[in-house]
């Protein structure tokens, strides 16, 4: 049986909850009924071997590799060469060079993923970016939505029909993520006693992710909790800005910077309690993970997250783009370790039951083959 020929479309290869989730879908889908390639727009990454363990072709797409000229006839030449059937993309520059790239091409199928919907307040030029967001979704011949929040969002846009749009809520390998005998030593290493309190975060360091808010809820609650340190795990252009920020609210001797990390696992199991800040989500993976890990969650109450904590059952929502209400909260959380017992163990079984890969692996496989018998 011939495979299909399916290209992974990304910005790039660095460690994100889209490079994680091709990953997964290449890994668990195999190599029998499928030929992969990942191609990154902006160039590779620290991903780029990973992808190459897998068994895929790894391809840069950007100008700097091949020079200048058009990024959507480089794209549109390789779909021709390797007889691509699906183009499946991640974000919208993505979705609106595959757009144009595939332009006429009938007999192949562009497939989307929205992970997120962009507001203006998420980057710079934000209105500009939201706008293109929204036009992104018409381009596509199928749209994926990673929750249901999501979905009912993208389904109620003018002119986009229930028939292209399915719902594939992202999931994880909950065991994985489960490694609680790791936390004493990685605490050790980063000169954490027992005694510490460490509240945590993962993933990047971007404008939508507000860790600004988190560092000054933390100041807040530093006098009540002197032993308490942030753990903050993950890397991004933000950084520098937001050291300085933890250097003026003097909290600086107070949070570790970890950088990119690979044993987020390891991190995650040093962690007491976990916060997701963020004033836009689609259904985060990193929110999934500190769960399955066992974790206290506190998440602000956006995107997906009420798909996933049961406020006051497998984790607390906070209303988001508030600092007080993230100190007031993980402080009750430090006050009552039986709380965060119980949270946490809730949270993990939730998350097993719930969210495990499998699911999601199975619902993309099932698109996968309907799209790939399409004429």
């Known amino acids: 049986m011939k495979r299909t020929v ?39 990454g620290h991903m780029r071997e990973e992808f190459g ?20 006839r480089r794209i549109r030449e390789y779909v021709v060469a390797h007889q691509v059937k699906i183009v499946h993309t991640h974000t919208p520059r993505t979705i609106l060079a595959a757009g144009m790239a595939l332009a006429g091409k009938k007999q192949v199928i562009h497939l989307a993923t929205k992970h997120l919907l962009y507001s203006p307040a998420d980057r710079r030029w934000g209105l500009i970016y939201a706008l293109l967001d929204r036009f992104s979704l018409y381009l596509p011949d199928y749209l994926i939505a990673v929750s249901e929040k999501m979905y009912r969002r993208i389904v109620a846009y003018p002119g986009i029909s229930t028939e ?37 975060f993962t993933g990047r360091i971007e404008e939508m992710k507000r860790l600004d808010l988190l560092l000054e809820g933390f100041s807040l609650m530093l006098g009540r909790h002197p032993r308490a340190r942030l753990m903050i795990v993950g890397e991004g ?13 003097g909290i600086s001797h107070c949070v570790i910077w970890t950088g990119f990390r690979q044993d987020v696992p390891r991190l995650l199991a040093a962690m007491d309690v976990y916060v997701q800040p963020s004033t836009n989500e689609g259904f985060s993976l990193s929110l999934l993970e500190a769960m399955a890990a066992g974790k206290p969650v506190v ?24 600092s007080s209400a993230i100190s007031t909260t993980v402080a009750g959380l430090l006050d009552d ?35 790939a018998l399409q004429p």
């Open 299 to 322: 998440a602000t109450d956006v995107g997906g997250a009420q798909e996933v904590v049961i406020d006051g059952r497998t984790g607390v929502l906070s209303p988001p783009a508030s």
């Open 237 to 249: 252009k933000l950084r520098p800005k937001l050291e300085a920020f933890a250097a003026r609210l």
């Open 6 to 44: 399916v290209l992974q479309l990304m910005n790039g290869f660095e460690d994100s909850s889209i490079s994680r989730v091709v990953q997964r879908l290449v890994q668990h889908l195999g190599q029998q009924d499928y030929s992969w390639h990942v191609g990154g727009l902006r160039g590779l």
């Open 53 to 72: 363990r897998l068994g895929t072709q790894v391809v840069d797409f950007s100008d700097r590799h091949h020079g200048s000229g058009s990024l959507t």
């Open 337 to 371: 370790p039986e709380k965060q017992s119980t949270l946490g163990q809730a949270a993990r079984r939730h998350v097993v039951r719930e969210f495990g890969l499998q699911h999601s692996m199975d619902a993309y496989r099932h698109l996968y083959e309907a799209l």
């Open 164 to 200: 292209r749009v399915t719902m594939i809520r992202n999931a994880i390998d909950c065991e994985s993520c489960y490694v609680p005998d790791q936390g004493d030593s990685c605490r050790l290493e980063f000169g954490l006693t027992s005694e510490s309190q460490v509240i945590g």
